[in-house]
């Protein structure tokens, strides 16, 4: 079992930036890869992006490609999502999310993701 808690959100304006932290729990936080959701109000869940299990390979959406990063540090059982130039249209709730590491491959919204956070609030100003 794996369990997920965000961190970093808040509110902000327009242009400004925000670093999440998804930290885990237990030690085989490293044989994940990791994914990152949002959802803003009435709208369904949008997949933001992911990384493998080693962090050698990282995929973000058209949405937010070249303003978002994702990076991890197993060392500290923490995934990331560096939000620069952040956009009104950017808030939502944004949730971290774990799943086997096979098949080793990005881009993968489909999952299955078997653990989930429980969010963190990202509020972006105008």
């Known amino acids: 079992q794996v369990q997920l808690v965000e961190s970093g959100g808040g509110l902000v304006q327009a242009g400004g930036s925000l670093r999440l932290s998804c930290a885990a729990s237990g030690r085989t936080f490293s044989s994940y890869a990791m994914g990152w959701f949002r959802q803003a109000p009435g709208k369904e869940r949008e997949f933001v992006g992911d990384?493998?299990?080693?962090?050698?390979?990282?995929y973000c959406s058209d949405s937010v490609k070249g303003r978002f990063t994702i990076s991890r540090d197993n060392a500290k059982n923490t995934v990331y999502l560096q939000m620069n130039s952040l956009k009104p249209e950017d808030t939502a709730v944004y949730y971290c999310?774990?799943?086997?590491?096979?098949?080793?491959?990005?881009?993968?919204?489909?999952?299955?993701?078997?653990?989930w956070g429980q969010g963190t609030q990202v509020t972006v100003s105008s």
């Open positions: 999310a774990a799943r086997s590491q096979f098949p080793v491959r990005v881009n993968w919204p489909q999952g299955p993701w078997d653990y």
């Open positions: 990384i493998s299990w080693t962090g050698s390979y990282a």
